[in-house]
């Protein structure tokens, strides 16, 4: 079981890798406006978008400006999906004659498909009509990732430019990164997809009999086109309710490993654009690394754990070594189809990557292999990461390392030439510090009040978990269910809207103000004291740096979780 768990991981690890170079010097190109192989086709339609649109892409804009452009076309497109959920009955496409969507949870799921996260307290195939899934939810895919990339790609402006204050154009951006990145990948894979069985129609629901004779209804859709762009887009709303794990979703082993790659492709490709914009491809190799250490090492954990299985289900009358685990591992809430290590690998890229796409059910793994899918996201999903959120999340980490380094050598520090000064720590402070606080403070609050602790199916610590981990993951902008947890309430609908909006938008102005500070600056030369950010010693030290401010922040609160649940299990106590 080990060798082949090993064995997937590493093959999986080889191709993201294979990808992301190639994909990352096209995205280069495409940001750069230089010419690629796709702009005979989308040029025309680039120009009309922008002609009716009323938007010079030649007019750059101040981190300011960029920043309030995007804030205002999230709002929109907020509203937009707002209302078409509350008039959905009186809207084409609706074959099964679906109602209005309930004002909170339409609130709910308007702000989680702004944001990326596709938080879904919903069951899609019994709530939404084919137009609300295609005009308005898969619209956002699109859109929110694209919001994203165009923010990453700011970021990195911030770091290649010198004594400029401008730091792009975020309608330019966000064009092209839908019309040159996301739409062709999400063609070639809904085709893929396709023709791996995955259902693309309109037509109503399928009444039928089973063997028993008992009436079943089989959803129908436009479900591989939505399949390829959440998973692109590390977007994570499924058309059906059982996500991934649907056959419908995920029919067989080549969609379920096309569906992984998809999740990470990008974001792990953006550390190569990095690396090209800033003229040194070192330096994204070295982010690159970072991500996949970290990654493998999570991997191999769930997958371990998984494996292990509970001791208290050993099975009767198994030799001293094999009573140490459960038989065969942990199977519940697993695919059969695709077993431990692709569940296990799975829900370590999901979480990893800010997508909420699953295809087993986290809330049924062993305490150490649910606490890992969360760590990734308190980590602050910067392991890859969702596309752009990833990138630029890693690259704050990463001005916080060399500043750490500069002190180490006692000298200014710098990044990629550029000094890393009071205004700039504060920024990066402030993104740091946002993220645990629209966590830990409404978690708080819904362990202590009624509406709150109603949510939960267990008791103990796993309930703890169930709580901890929606709030983790709304902020994260993941999306992803720990499962057994009741979030279908006025309390929850509100309070994790707020949250992912925060999670989203209170962490993208300072992250750009940061670009804007950097791009304004002139660079150094290179001393002798310059710390090297593009060798295995940065590598290691912005992975500590990762650890401990993670540890620093969430430590307490894991511990009254999956760990304290981990020990009593140990010790024959479940929950």
Same mark, same amino acid.
């Given at each position: 079981?080990?060798?082949?768990?090993?064995?997937?991981?590493?093959?999986?690890?080889?191709?993201?890798?294979?990808?992301?170079?190639?994909?990352?010097?096209?995205?280069?190109?495409?940001?750069?406006?230089?010419?690629?192989?796709?702009?005979?086709?989308?040029?025309?339609?680039?120009?009309?978008?922008?002609?009716?649109?009323?938007?010079?892409?030649?007019?750059?804009?101040?981190?300011?400006?960029?920043?309030?452009?995007?804030?205002?076309?999230?709002?929109?497109?907020?509203?937009?999906?707002?209302?078409?959920?509350?008039?959905?009955?009186?809207?084409?496409?609706? !074959?099964?004659?679906?109602?209005?969507?309930?004002?909170?949870?339409?609130?709910?799921?308007?702000?989680?498909?702004?944001? *990326?996260?596709?938080?879904?307290?919903?069951?899609?195939?019994?709530?939404?009509?084919?137009?609300?899934?295609?005009?308005?939810?898969?619209?956002?895919?699109?859109?929110?990732?694209?919001?994203?990339?165009?923010?990453?790609?700011?970021?990195?402006?911030?770091?290649?430019?010198?004594?400029?204050?401008?730091?792009?154009?975020?309608?330019?951006?966000?064009?092209?990164?839908?019309?040159?990145?996301?739409?062709?990948?999400?063609?070639?894979?809904?085709?893929?997809?396709?023709?791996?069985?995955?259902?693309?129609?309109?037509?109503?629901?399928?009444?039928?009999?089973?063997?028993?004779?008992?009436?079943?209804?089989?959803?129908?859709?436009?479900?591989?086109?939505?399949?390829?762009?959440?998973?692109?887009?590390? *977007?994570?709303?499924?058309?059906?309710?059982?996500?991934?794990?649907?056959?419908?979703?995920?029919?067989? !082993?080549?969609?379920?490993?096309?569906?992984?790659?998809?999740?990470?492709?990008?974001?792990?490709?953006?550390?190569?654009?990095?690396?090209?914009?800033?003229?040194?491809?070192?330096?994204?190799?070295?982010?690159?690394?970072?991500?996949?250490?970290?990654?493998?090492?999570?991997?191999?954990?769930?997958?371990?754990?998984?494996?292990?299985?509970?001791?208290?289900?050993?099975?009767?009358?198994?030799?001293?070594?094999?009573?140490?685990?459960?038989?065969?591992?942990? &199977?519940?809430?697993?695919? @059969?189809?695709?077993?431990?290590?692709?569940?296990?690998?799975?829900?370590?890229?999901?979480?990893?990557?800010?997508?909420?796409?699953?295809?087993?059910?986290?809330?049924?793994?062993?305490?150490?292999?649910?606490?890992?899918?969360?760590? *990734?996201?308190?980590?602050?999903?910067?392991?890859?990461?969702?596309?752009?959120?990833?990138?630029?999340?890693?690259?704050?980490?990463?001005?916080?390392?060399?500043?750490?380094?500069?002190? &180490?050598?006692?000298?200014?520090?710098?990044?990629?030439?550029?000094?890393?000064?009071?205004?700039? &720590?504060?920024?990066? &402070?402030?993104?740091?510090?946002?993220?645990?606080?629209?966590?830990?403070?409404?978690?708080?609050?819904?362990?202590?009040?009624?509406?709150?602790?109603?949510?939960?199916?267990?008791?103990? !610590?796993?309930?703890?978990?169930?709580?901890?981990?929606?709030?983790?993951?709304?902020?994260?902008?993941?999306?992803?269910?720990?499962?057994?947890?009741?979030?279908?309430?006025?309390?929850?609908?509100?309070?994790?809207?707020?949250?992912?909006?925060?999670?989203?938008?209170?962490?993208?102005?300072?992250?750009?103000?940061?670009?804007?500070?950097?791009?304004?600056?002139?660079?150094?030369? @290179?001393?002798?004291?310059?710390?090297?950010?593009?060798?295995?010693?940065?590598?290691?030290?912005?992975?500590?740096?990762?650890?401990?401010?993670?540890?620093?922040?969430?430590?307490?609160?894991?511990?009254?979780?999956?760990?304290?649940?981990?020990?009593?299990?140990?010790?024959?106590?479940?929950?």
């Amino acid at each position: 079981m080990l060798l082949n768990a090993l064995i997937q991981i590493g093959l999986f690890t080889l191709i993201v890798t294979a990808i992301s170079v190639p994909l990352g010097l096209y995205m280069a190109r495409v940001f750069a406006g230089e010419p690629t192989f796709a702009d005979p086709l989308l040029k025309p339609l680039e120009r009309l978008i922008y002609s009716l649109a009323g938007v010079h892409p030649e007019s750059e804009q101040t981190w300011v400006e960029y920043a309030i452009a995007m804030l205002l076309f999230s709002a929109v497109g907020m509203l937009v999906l707002y209302a078409m959920q509350r008039l959905q009955g009186w809207l084409p496409l609706n !074959p099964q004659s679906l109602g209005a969507v309930a004002p909170d949870l339409a609130f709910n799921t308007a702000a989680s498909f702004t944001t *990326n996260t596709n938080w879904q307290a919903y069951a899609g195939e019994t709530t939404m009509s084919y137009f609300t899934q295609m005009a308005g939810l898969a619209f956002h895919n699109f859109v929110s990732a694209a919001a994203g990339i165009a923010v990453a790609i700011a970021v990195i402006r911030g770091f290649a430019r010198r004594g400029m204050k401008t730091i792009g154009n975020f309608w330019f951006d966000l064009v092209r990164a839908t019309l040159w990145v996301l739409l062709p990948l999400s063609a070639i894979l809904a085709l893929v997809l396709i023709g791996q069985g995955v259902p693309q129609n309109f037509s109503p629901y399928t009444q039928v009999k089973t063997v028993e004779g008992a009436a079943q209804v089989i959803a129908q859709g436009p479900v591989a086109s939505q399949e390829a762009i959440k998973e692109l887009g590390t *977007n994570g709303g499924g058309f059906f309710n059982a996500n991934s794990a649907h056959p419908y979703e995920n029919p067989t !082993p080549l969609a379920n490993l096309l569906e992984m790659i998809a999740i990470l492709a990008i974001g792990a490709a953006l550390t190569h654009t990095f690396g090209q914009m800033v003229g040194d491809r070192r330096q994204g190799w070295a982010l690159y690394g970072a991500m996949v250490i970290l990654f493998l090492a999570g991997a191999a954990i769930t997958t371990w754990s998984e494996q292990r299985g509970n001791p208290m289900l050993a099975a009767a009358g198994a030799s001293e070594q094999a009573s140490a685990m459960q038989s065969g591992g942990n &199977m519940e809430g697993k695919e @059969v189809r695709f077993g431990i290590v692709d569940s296990a690998l799975w829900d370590t890229i999901t979480t990893d990557a800010s997508c909420g796409a699953v295809n087993a059910m986290i809330d049924s793994f062993t305490p150490l292999g649910g606490m890992i899918p969360l760590l *990734n996201i308190q980590i602050g999903e910067i392991i890859f990461g969702g596309v752009g959120s990833g990138l630029y999340g890693m690259l704050v980490m990463a001005v916080l390392a060399v500043f750490i380094a500069g002190l &180490m050598v006692g000298r200014t520090p710098e990044y990629l030439g550029k000094k890393i000064e009071g205004r700039e &720590m504060k920024l990066a &402070m402030l993104f740091i510090l946002i993220f645990p606080t629209v966590i830990l403070l409404p978690a708080a609050i819904a362990l202590v009040t009624s509406a709150g602790l109603a949510g939960i199916s267990n008791p103990g !610590p796993h309930g703890f978990t169930q709580i901890l981990y929606a709030y983790t993951e709304a902020a994260g902008n993941n999306g992803s269910a720990f499962g057994g947890l009741n979030a279908n309430t006025s309390f929850y609908n509100v309070t994790l809207a707020a949250v992912m909006l925060c999670g989203r938008f209170l962490m993208k102005v300072p992250v750009l103000a940061l670009a804007g500070s950097l791009a304004a600056k002139r660079t150094v030369p @290179v001393s002798a004291g310059t710390f090297p950010t593009n060798g295995a010693v940065f590598v290691i030290l912005l992975i500590g740096v990762i650890l401990i401010v993670a540890a620093l922040t969430f430590f307490p609160a894991d511990a009254l979780g999956p760990i304290v649940e981990h020990l009593a299990m140990v010790h024959g106590r479940l929950y």
